[in-house]
């Protein structure tokens, strides 16, 4: 059973950073494309960040593109999302998503995803 389990949100204020972190199960994280996304208050779930299992590519929203930072350590079974001058509109409930193995398609939206964490909480105040 494939399980994802975030960390590292919290309450911080407007400037501020903050890492994410995805640590997955399973013995063949480095065969997954890897996704971060956020849901908003009142807004649905938005993609925000993903990093490929090959060459390690990186893609971003444009909201965040210069701010934010994903990574991987494929030792450790985990993705990482470094956020750097956070704003109020940052706030949201994050969320880790993993694909297919070996998946060359769309890593924007979240129907491609197979699998999801439980979230984790930033807020980000004024």
């Known amino acids: 059973q494939v399980q994802l389990v975030e960390s590292g949100g919290g309450l911080v204020q407007a400037g501020d950073s903050l890492r994410l972190s995805c640590a997955a199960s399973?013995?063949?994280?480095?065969?997954?494309?890897m996704g971060w996304f956020r849901q908003g208050p009142g807004k649905e779930r938005e993609f925000v960040a993903a990093?490929?299992?090959?060459?390690?590519?990186?893609y971003y929203a444009d909201s965040v593109k210069g701010r934010f930072t994903i990574s991987r350590d494929n030792a450790k079974n985990t993705v990482y999302l470094q956020m750097n001058s956070l704003k109020p509109e940052d706030t949201a409930v994050y969320y880790c998503?993993?694909?297919?193995?070996?998946?060359?398609?769309?890593?924007?939206?979240?129907?491609?995803?197979?699998?999801w964490g439980q979230g984790t909480q930033v807020t980000v105040s004024s």
């Open positions: 998503g993993r694909q297919l193995p070996h998946y060359s398609g769309t890593r924007t939206a979240s129907d491609y995803y197979a699998y």
């Open positions: 399973g013995r063949t994280f480095s065969s997954y494309n």
């Open positions: 990093i490929s299992w090959i060459a390690g590519n990186t």
